[in-house]
């Protein structure tokens, strides 16, 4: 199966580095949000990033199984968890920094998926917009407690906290695993929480069923957070089969030939 891959970032007008990182290659995808204030946060997710680049690079040609595929990006993250911890204890000022992480491993169609945070997973498929990771965060908590509904989750006080991160050690670094097979039809949407800690899945859904052009599809994901009031940075990254493009693009041109002729 042949993807394409587009991607956008960009950060708030609140910061003055984007603490977010991403990285794209053939085989697999990494997106980190990090934190830990202006001098940290970007760091730590590029620590983060450069680890689990450097890990996989030289491993993921050698997996080919489930089993295999997790424990490599378990290992991937941890190692990134260390890198981060030996930074901060040779810079005691970067005390409390730490990122998210987000990274899927392609193989043919499909995504071997691992995360350790808030940074998000959707699926696009028959105009709809479903999750596939689970954040790591207390309000997430409180939605699968009962306590609060995903609408009330997005106004919470407390919406921003994490219950788990990188670069915080054993206690923190839980990373959870996933795979998830890719259909001819279905777009993957990678981002941090800029996007999905702003916008409902309704949302996101409609921004891409309206798209025109796909290429300029991540951007408009972004001012649709921006437009919700996100005040974080921003990155996202969507992964499409070339089969999905055609058949959008010839799902446009049927529409434009219907208001052509008024049909």
């Known amino acids: 199966m042949e993807f394409s891959v587009l991607s956008y970032t960009t950060k708030s007008k609140l910061h003055k580095n984007n603490e977010d990182s991403h990285f794209i290659c053939d085989d697999y995808i990494i997106v980190a949000d990090g934190m830990g204030g202006e001098s940290d946060g970007d760091i730590a997710s590029r620590l983060a990033v450069e680890s689990i680049d450097s890990v996989l690079s030289q491993n993921v040609s050698k997996v080919s199984s489930e089993t295999d595929m997790n424990n490599l990006l378990t290992q991937a993250i941890l190692s990134a968890d260390s890198k981060i911890s030996n930074y901060i204890e040779e810079n005691p000022d970067s005390v409390?920094?730490?990122?998210?992480?987000?990274?899927?491993?392609?193989?043919?169609?499909?995504?071997f998926i691992s995360w350790c945070g808030d940074s998000h997973c959707y699926s696009y498929k028959d105009g709809k917009v479903v999750s596939i990771t689970k954040d790591h965060s207390y309000v997430q908590q409180l939605i699968d407690s009962g306590h609060i509904t995903i609408e009330?989750?997005?106004?919470?006080?407390?919406?921003?906290?994490?219950?788990?991160?990188?670069?915080g050690g054993e206690e923190t670094c839980i990373p959870d695993f996933r795979t998830h097979q890719v259909s001819d039809s279905e777009m993957i949407i990678f981002c941090s929480d800029g996007?999905?800690?702003?916008?409902?899945?309704?949302?996101?859904?409609?921004?891409?069923?309206?798209?025109?052009?796909?290429?300029?599809?991540?951007?408009?994901?972004?001012?649709?957070?921006?437009?919700?009031g996100s005040d974080d940075d921003i990155t996202i990254v969507v992964l499409l089969t070339k089969t999905f493009i055609s058949h959008r693009n010839l799902g446009h041109k049927v529409e434009w030939f219907k208001k052509l002729f008024h049909l």
Request: some cysteine.
């Open 96 to 111: 409390g920094m730490g990122t998210t992480i987000l990274l899927a491993i392609r193989r043919d169609d499909e995504l």
């Open 152 to 167: 009330e989750s997005f106004t919470h006080p407390n919406n921003n906290l994490i219950t788990r991160f990188v670069g």
């Open 195 to 228: 996007l999905s800690g702003y916008c409902k899945v309704e949302d996101i859904s409609k921004t891409i069923r309206n798209n025109h052009d796909i290429k300029e599809l991540p951007r408009q994901l972004s001012d649709l957070a921006i437009s919700h």
